[in-house]
């Protein structure tokens, strides 16, 4: 696991190693055991390295055969051993124990295409000397990051984080995306190949970017399998296919040289790998929990539940969150505006984890791979409104406004009412968006100041085309599945995934996913959407009846809660200050997004018990703290 930069200067430019050093050291947090650096003419190559895997000739950069190639990898390659014997046996010699060697030795062989035997998490860079080519990829669900800026000279930069492309080149534009931004609002992240700022993209998910003499080659390498036949119509078979592959996927994952532990959250998914890495360890698992001091958004006894059954080497913590000092932190390292508030519990059992272990696997993926989030029975027993004539409508909307909206996002009646204000619209994208979404498009209009708006132009709304798009693509797939492709084109990889990358890495800490091996989720995705999501109410049904003999019933009974903290009481409490001393700043106000107005009434309307905004008012803060603490210094204006 690493972080990684570089750059390839067109125009007969040559690479420095003064500004690669300067990129180099902003991601020391990702790799605190090594730093290396390579150049070679035009392309300078860097990395900072947390050893996991080969402690000893695991340094990068890493060259292959007679040094013509050049590697600086961030990830791990989980099947890399059976890789390199197969290579072995085609006359490949290896000088090190490290997976980055078999991806050369790979590439040698396949070229870009590589890519596609690798089983992992990854982002990574090569130089092919000989053919003057330089590859970027990135794996194929998007765990690993990778961005990048194309410049006039044909020139090229890329970095795991945004401030370090401008080390690299300092004349790089800072001027931020309103569009970027716009999209922000709506989803609480920034979707690819977008990012805050208008020079700088995102290498998407399952893509490769290959660059020589100055032109770049953009290509998608993988996808979910749309339109694949089922691999089983027998359920009781596919119950074994799964448990099988995720047994295989967590053996994968136990892979290590150095402590390697678990996130324990209390849930189904986490509580299933805890489980399986129980009977492939032969020692106690070590496990961790996070928890507040506010009851209903602790699962810390559910996940005590499952330690005592292992008997696994549990360690709970339970945080009183210093704001002042954690939040700025949290902006700065996430590198662009980012309001998914799970990002705070995250940040702070990563730290504490990092306190015994340097790896820990954990359960995302279980929700996207089988439906378990709420919003899928909603969208499902939304389609009942697809039938109801005009008038019936009207009485649905109006009866969802009369419904009070407080106690974000666990109150019933706040989940009643999203889900009858989005349950009236009749087109898919839109219904999912006003489901999911921060602030709605109807809503902006009030709060956006005049010049911002005209700012955005026809690009206002981009967020729904962004939606659409991902829903068009899985046009012909049944309904559960159709929507599970959405989630794994947009949400998971673009938020969830962030998440967890920057929390942990800014603790200097692995994160590995089982559920999310690719042939897991392939496997998964071919089974009908019906095994998934029974009726309206058996979520993950398939995945729970496979591993019920594991967990405790009081675990498989439970809904999903997931990793929230108690945002509408903070901003009435301890945050009320610190909100209004930033958001309504004459700084704040004066970046040209916002109206006073449309500001104070969403602050007033949440301090006086009229709704809820805990999580707007988050995703406002943390733009202003994005500004303050994290926007990368010199002349930029917020939006042009």
Known sequence: ??????????????????????????????????????????????????????????????????????IVF????????????????????????????????LYQEMGPACVKKLRGMFAFAIWDKKKRRLLIARDRIGKKPLVYAERPDGSLLFASELRCLFALDPGLSRAVDPVSVDMYLSLQYIPSPKTIYQSVKKLPPAHTLVWQDGNTTLEKYWDLPLGAKPITNDFEEA??????????????????????????????????????????????????????????????????????????????FVVKPQMA??????????????????????YYVARE??????????????????????????????????????PALSALRAGAELLPEWNAPYGTLWRAKRFLRSAVFNDLPGRHLKMIG??????????????????????????????ARAFDAAAGEDFVNRMLYVDFKTYLPECLMAKVDIATMACSLEGRSPLLDHEFVELAYRMPGDWKLRGLRGHKWIFKEAFKDLLPPQILGRGKMGFGIPLGAWFRGPLKDYWADHVLSKDALGRGYFTEKGLRLYWDEHQGGRRDHGYRLWALLMLELWHRHAAVPGEHAAFV
């Not at 059976?82 to 997976?99: I, P, Q, V």
């Open 325 to 346: 000092d954690v939040l700025p932190k949290l902006a700065w390292h996430y590198g662009e505006p980012y309001a998914d508030a799970s990002a705070l519990p995250t």
């Open 353 to 390: 984890t990092r306190k015994f272990v340097t790896v820990a696997l954990n359960g995302d993926g279980g929700d996207e791979n089988f439906a378990g989030y709420v919003r899928y029975f909603a969208m499902k027993a939304a389609r009942l409104a697809d039938a109801l004539p005009g």
């Open 239 to 316: 119950k074994r296919l799964l448990r099988d592959k995720l047994t295989e996927s967590t053996r994968l994952r136990m892979i290590s040289d150095v402590p390697l532990g678990a996130f324990l959250s209390g849930g189904v998914d986490s509580s299933i790998i805890v489980a399986l890495m129980s009977g492939l360890s032969s020692k106690p698992v070590k496990t961790f929990s996070i928890g507040f001091d506010e009851e209903r958004f602790s699962e810390t006894r559910y996940a005590k539940m499952v330690a005592d059954r292992y008997k696994t080497d549990h360690t709970e």
């Open 74 to 105: 961030n990830g791990e390659i989980y099947n890399y051993q059976e890789l390199r014997a197969e290579l072995e046996t085609r006359g490949h010699r290896f000088k090190t124990r490290s997976d980055t060697e078999a991806i050369l030795a």
């Open 438 to 467: 921060y602030f709605h498009e109807d809503e902006k209009p009030a709060l956006y100041a005049p010049e911002f708006a005209a700012a955005l132009g026809l690009e206002a709304g981009s967020a729904k085309n962004y939606m």
């Open 1 to 70: 696991m690493c972080g990684i930069c570089g750059v390839a200067r067109g125009a007969g430019g040559a690479a420095d190693r003064a500004s690669l050093k300067r990129a180099n050291d902003l991601i020391a947090h990702r790799g605190p055991d090594d730093e290396g650096f390579f150049l070679d003419g035009p392309v300078g190559l860097a990395m900072r390295r947390l050893a996991i895997i080969d402690l000893n000739t695991g340094h990068q950069p890493l060259s292959y055969a007679d040094e013509s190639l050049w």
